[in-house]
């Protein structure tokens, strides 16, 4: 399984972003896909995963600023990120899992400048 991921960038605060990230791979069709986060000095963070049947969940901090969604038909999802805020700026990271499996994308950066 290879996870693709994209639209990470530089953004002024308040600003948004959108990450998507594709699957490929042979991937059982009941997964939970979804996007952590490493700032500098931080422990990786979840921001949000939904499973394949379209229920999202997300960390506190993002709520109401982030949307998760998916496409099962193309096994990609997108982070819609609103009103970021500096303390946002962090490597994003794709992630599918399911049974006893955990895949990893290889990150996109996002930088929200003050």
């Known amino acids: 399984v290879q996870l693709q991921a994209s639209g990470g960038g530089l953004v002024q605060a308040g600003g948004s972003l959108r990450l998507s990230c594709v699957a490929s791979?042979?991937?059982?069709?009941?997964?939970?896909m979804g996007w952590y986060r490493q700032a500098p000095g931080k422990e990786r963070e979840l921001v949000a995963d939904?499973?394949?049947?379209?229920?999202?969940k997300y960390a506190d901090s993002m709520k109401g600023r982030f949307t998760i969604s998916r496409d099962n038909g193309l096994n990609t999802i997108h982070l819609q990120m609103d009103s970021l805020k500096p303390e946002d700026t962090a490597v994003y990271y794709c992630?599918?899992?399911?049974?006893?499996?955990?895949?990893w994308g290889q990150g996109t950066l996002v930088t929200v400048s003050s």
């Open positions: 992630n599918v899992r399911y049974t006893r499996y955990n895949f």
């Open positions: 939904i499973t394949s049947g379209g229920n999202p």
């Open positions: 791979g042979k991937i059982f069709r009941i997964n939970v």
